[in-house]
């Protein structure tokens, strides 16, 4: 394989690792807005994780990728606290505190 042939085979991996952070990005915000979809927030999280271990990412890349793994941390966090009951308040300051 010559040089060409290397150069263009690196600009499409990279252009299809932008493409699956875009796609990743808008099914977690469908994810958000339709809670019952048929892929959970851990599916897109280990997508997302695939791809920083599988990949050489540009720092573009990269930041997008851990700002959305960011983002999924915070979204999971705060369903976590809802999910406590309101007798348990003072428990919930706990964990907040556990995460942070």
Known sequence: MNTCDTDLLGAFELRTIDVDISHIRLAITAVLREPNSALP???WRRRLER?????HLLHHQFSAVTALLTRLEVIEHDSAG???PPDHVGERSTLQSNFR
């Not at 791809?51 to 990949?55: A, F, Q, V």
């Open 51 to 55: 791809l920083l271990r599988g990949s």
């Open 41 to 43: 927030l851990l599916y």
């Open 82 to 84: 809802l999910a406590l």
